[in-house]
């Protein structure tokens, strides 16, 4: 069965750190362009994060720029979201994507929303 399983959500305060992990099984990552979105109840998926097969390239949101930290470690067969400075509006349920098409496609000038993977998303709460 090919799927993608995140995990590391949970509870964090303001200004802590979190770091997601996207793990795939049934298939290689190596391959793949990766994607890290997030949505809220009633709002569009938002796409925040990317990174390229080979980890060479990565792609931000504005909104997260500089607080997020995109990493894949393809012997793993695993990719990673690191969280830092969390704000209230990180709250969230983050979603791993991967498909097979490059990274210029995917995520250079925006970030598609049609990765043929997507893992079942991790929900993310920030409070005091």
């Known amino acids: 069965q090919l799927q993608l399983v995140e995990s590391g959500g949970g509870l964090v305060q303001p200004g802590g750190s979190l770091k997601l992990s996207c793990a795939a099984s049934g298939f290689s990552l190596e391959y793949h362009t990766i994607g890290w979105f997030r949505q809220a109840p009633g709002k569009d998926r938002e796409g925040i994060s990317c990174i390229s097969n080979s980890g060479k390239s990565t792609n931000y949101a504005d909104s997260v720029r500089g607080r997020f930290t995109i990493s894949r470690d393809n012997s793993k067969n695993t990719a990673y979201l690191q969280i830092n400075n969390v704000k209230p509006e990180d709250a969230d349920v983050y979603y791993c994507?991967?498909?097979?098409?490059?990274?210029?496609?995917?995520?250079?000038?925006?970030?598609?929303?049609?990765?043929?993977?997507w893992g079942q998303g991790t929900q993310v709460t920030v409070s005091s």
């Open positions: 994507a991967a498909d097979r098409a490059g990274f210029v496609e995917m995520c250079r000038n925006h970030f598609a929303t049609n990765f043929g993977y």
